[in-house]
């Protein structure tokens, strides 16, 4: 017997499940990268005061995780299987999350920081936790999870 890991999946299907990341990152990379300094300099909210916003979304985020995993195990849909309703519905939130984040109005504060954030994190958490989940799901191969995980990422 072989100890060489055996593929089944193609590259093919391997990218059509990791093809979502690479939107998702395009969005969301600027988000954590240039938004801080952004709302702390450019439109003069300061650096804590940013970092406290960001953080209360964030402790929104560490309660939506659950209830959306748990929403996403239990949705059942014909045609689209259970994790796809919740990719799809995600994006939404995700690119009206990211709009308003950075393009703000002139007027933007700390609310419209914290709140655009939780609808990003929100729409986000919504696509990449079916996203994930689904990679599990595909194979019941050790490797063959590896190389899904790492087409995803």
């Known amino acids: ?66 209830i959306i995993g748990y929403l996403s195990d239990q949705t059942r849909h014909e045609g689209l299987g259970r994790r796809m309703p919740w990719i799809l519905g995600g994006l939404v939130p995700v690119m009206l999350g ?17 709140v655009w954030s939780v609808v990003l994190y929100t729409g986000w958490t919504a696509m990449i936790l079916p996203l994930s989940a689904m990679g599990a799901e595909i194979s019941d191969s050790y490797h063959e999870r590896s190389r899904i995980a790492g087409f995803r990422e």
Do not use: C, E
Request: charge should be neutral.
């Open 1 to 66: 017997m072989s100890d060489k890991p055996r593929f089944n999946l193609s590259r093919w299907v391997l990218l059509a499940y990791g093809a979502p990341g690479v939107p998702l990152a395009a969005l969301t990379l600027p988000v954590y990268i240039l938004l801080p300094t952004f709302y702390a300099t450019t439109l003069g909210l300061g650096l804590a005061s940013v970092g406290l916003a960001l953080v209360i979304a964030r402790v929104w985020d560490a309660f939506s995780d659950p």
């Open 98 to 114: 990211t709009w308003q984040l950075l393009m703000p109005p002139s007027d933007a504060g700390l609310v419209h920081l914290m």
